[in-house]
C-alpha cells in the first residue's frame, strides 16, 4: 500500500516542484507584489537639442510618448540646452551605457563625426531626427527623417511673390528684414537660403539678416532693434512661430500696425511650423500672413524606423515628412515649387478654433 501510495506520490510532487520553480523564474517582484517578467524593452539614448520653441516642446511630447515604457521602450532622454557639447557628452554617455539605439535631434548640422564615428564603433545605430549632420561619411548614421527647411522657405517666399505681383506692388518696394534661427541649424540654413535666392530672383530689398535663436524673447528684442534703424521695413521673414509671436509684440509696442496691406504702411509676418493654436490664429486674423508648416511629430516615425531594424529591416536613408503651406487670405490659391504645384491651406477667421487645428492635421 504504501509503495503504491508512494509511487502515485512521487510524479505528483515532481510535477509541482516544477510548476512552481517555473512559476517563480517567469516571474519578477516588484514591491512585494510578483508580476509576470516583461518582455526585455529596447534601451534608446534621445539627445534632444533644447527647448527652444512650442515646436520643439510637441516634438520631446511625441518622442517620449511613443518610445515610451508601454511601449515596450527605456528612454534614456538628454536635453542638450543646444550646446552641441551637451549633445556629445550625452551621446557618449549613451554608449558607456551600451544603449541599443542612439537618436539624435542635432543644434547645428557640424562637427558631429567624431562622436558618431565613436557610436559607429561601439555598434549603436544612430537615427538622426528633425534637422541634419553634415559628415564626411553618411554610414556614420543609420538613416535621417525630418523636414525639407529648403522646400518650407521658397513655399513661403513664392507665396509672397505671388501675393505682391497680385496686389501690384513693385519688388523695389518689398523691404524685408529676416529674423533667422539659430545659424548653422539646417532649419536656418535651409529657410534663410530659400529667402536669399528669392530676393535675387525677384529683386527684393533685404534689409537686414538677423539671428532670434528661434525664440520669442530673442526675437522681440531683435525686431524692436531693427524697428529702430530701418522705417520702411513692410515684411518680417521670421523662421518660426514664437520669432513672429516676438516680432508681433515688437511692431505693436512701436504703434505700428501687423498686417496685409503693405503698400499702405502695414507690416506683413511670415513664419514657419503651424504648430500651436496661437499661431494658427494669428493666421485667421491675419496678423501671421502664411506659414509654412513644419510638423515635430516624430516620435511614431522613430517607432517605426526602430521597429523595421528590429525586424533586420533597412529603413530609407533620409525621410522626408510632408507639410502644407497655411494661410487665411485667399489672393493666393497655390504656389509653383520647381514644377510642383502646392495648394494653399486656408484657416478661415470663421472656423473655430478646433476646426482650424483639424484642418491642419488632415
Ligand atoms: O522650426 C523651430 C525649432 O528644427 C524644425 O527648430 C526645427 C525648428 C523649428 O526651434 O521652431
Redesign the pocket.
Known amino acids: 500500500m504504501l509503495k503504491k501510495i508512494t509511487a502515485v506520490m512521487i510524479p505528483l510532487l515532481f510535477s509541482i516542484v516544477l510548476v512552481f520553480v517555473g512559476t517563480f523564474l517567469g516571474c519578477i517582484k516588484t514591491g512585494g507584489k510578483t508580476v509576470p517578467e516583461e518582455k526585455e524593452k529596447i534601451v534608446v539614448g534621445f539627445s534632444q537639442l533644447?527647448a527652444?520653441?512650442?515646436?520643439?516642446s510637441s516634438?520631446t511630447e511625441s518622442m517620449k510618448e511613443a518610445l515610451s515604457s508601454k511601449n515596450g521602450y527605456s528612454l534614456i532622454f538628454e536635453d542638450g540646452q543646444q550646446k552641441q557639447a551637451n549633445q556629445i557628452t550625452a551621446i557618449r554617455m549613451f554608449i558607456q551605457q551600451e544603449v541599443d539605439y542612439i537618436v539624435l535631434?542635432p543644434v547645428t548640422e557640424t562637427g558631429w563625426d567624431t562622436v558618431l564615428q565613436e557610436a559607429k564603433n561601439a555598434g549603436i545605430p544612430v537615427i538622426i531626427v528633425?534637422?541634419m549632420v553634415d559628415v564626411e561619411d553618411e554610414d556614420l548614421f543609420t538613416c535621417w527623417v525630418?523636414?525639407d527647411?529648403e522646400l518650407e522657405g521658397k513655399k513661403v517666399v513664392e507665396w509672397l511673390n505671388r501675393y505682391v505681383t497680385l496686389k501690384n506692388v513693385p519688388a523695389k518696394d518689398i523691404h524685408i528684414v529676416n529674423i533667422q534661427?539659430?545659424l548653422g541649424?539646417?532649419?536656418q540654413l535651409g529657410r534663410t537660403k530659400a529667402l536669399a535666392d528669392a530676393v535675387e530672383k525677384y529683386g527684393w530689398d533685404l534689409l537686414a539678416e538677423v539671428p532670434g535663436d528661434?525664440t520669442q524673447a530673442k526675437a522681440r528684442e531683435v525686431m524692436d532693434g531693427l524697428l529702430g534703424v530701418y522705417d520702411n521695413i513692410n515684411v518680417v521673414y521670421c523662421?518660426?512661430?514664437?520669432e513672429a509671436f516676438g516680432a508681433i509684440e515688437a511692431i505693436e509696442a512701436a504703434g505700428k500696425k501687423v498686417g496685409m496691406d503693405i503698400a499702405n504702411g502695414e507690416i506683413m509676418v511670415v513664419s514657419?511650423?503651424g504648430?500651436n493654436q496661437e499661431a494658427l490664429d494669428y493666421v485667421s486674423e491675419n496678423k501671421i500672413a502664411c506659414i509654412a508648416e513644419?510638423n515635430?511629430l516624430h516620435g511614431p516615425r522613430v517607432q517605426a524606423i526602430i521597429e523595421l531594424l528590429e525586424a533586420g529591416k533597412m529603413p530609407d536613408k533620409f525621410a522626408y515628412v510632408q507639410e502644407k503651406l497655411l494661410a487665411s487670405d485667399t489672393t493666393v490659391t497655390q504656389v509653383v515649387v520647381d514644377g510642383v504645384n502646392y495648394e494653399v491651406t486656408f484657416l478661415e477667421s470663421t472656423k473655430t478654433a478646433t476646426e482650424a487645428a483639424e484642418k491642419v492635421t488632415e
Open positions: 533644447g527652444e520653441s512650442d515646436w520643439r516634438n535631434a528633425d534637422r525630418g523636414s527647411f534661427g539659430n541649424a539646417s532649419a528661434f523662421e518660426n512661430d514664437n514657419f511650423d504648430v513644419c515635430p
